[in-house]
């Protein structure tokens, strides 16, 4: 138990560093909306498919938000806390309850695409009520869309490759 324990904690160090370069590596400022696309939705969601919910939550977090802090959106840090670590929540935990049902090819789709939904609304929200945006936030609401989308697919790819090595499969089912 305890050996599981090391091995999901130093995986999910990973995966936040994974996330932060993914982030960090395709950084595209946005016009007109203060954001930038990035590939990090992409780690995110791997993140939560494979480490589950609580372990992807804190390095999908942690991850972005340190991604934030040295791009120089620090503004957008706790929002980004706690989107993409409630993102995570969201897909692991949706990856649970649909891949026995409708298998996990159209779980990852669909609880990814969950996910993202609630990273564009989350944004949104985030911008217009705690940043004082107001409507004017919904200018990035088409970004974070495209992100999303990019983040989905690609994630989808990986985890479908990763998927077929046994040793995966059997971690990824444990969550």
Not at 11 to 28: E, G, K, P, R
Not at 133 to 154: D, F, H, P, T
């Amino acid at each position: 138990m305890r050996h599981n324990k090391l091995q999901k904690l130093t995986l999910s160090a990973l995966f936040a560093a994974l996330i932060y370069v993914a982030t960090n590596i395709i950084h595209i400022p946005t016009p007109g909306t203060n954001g930038y696309l990035n590939l990090g939705d992409s780690m995110v969601l791997l993140g939560a498919f494979l480490l589950g919910p609580w372990y992807g939550a804190a390095a999908a977090g942690i991850g972005s938000l340190l991604a934030d802090l040295l791009l120089g959106y620090a503004a957008y840090a706790p929002g980004t806390l706690l989107i993409k670590g409630l993102m995570a929540v969201m897909a692991a935990f949706g990856l649970k309850v649909l891949r026995d049902r409708i298998g996990i090819t159209a779980g990852v789709l669909i609880s990814g695409a969950a996910a993202e939904l609630w990273m564009a609304i989350g944004y949104f929200g985030y911008e217009s009520a705690i940043l004082g945006y107001g409507l004017a936030a919904a200018a990035g609401i088409a970004g974070n869309a495209l992100q999303g989308a990019v983040g989905l697919a690609l994630s989808a790819v990986i985890y479908q490759s990763l998927y077929h090595i046994p040793a995966v499969r059997k971690s990824v089912c444990a969550f």
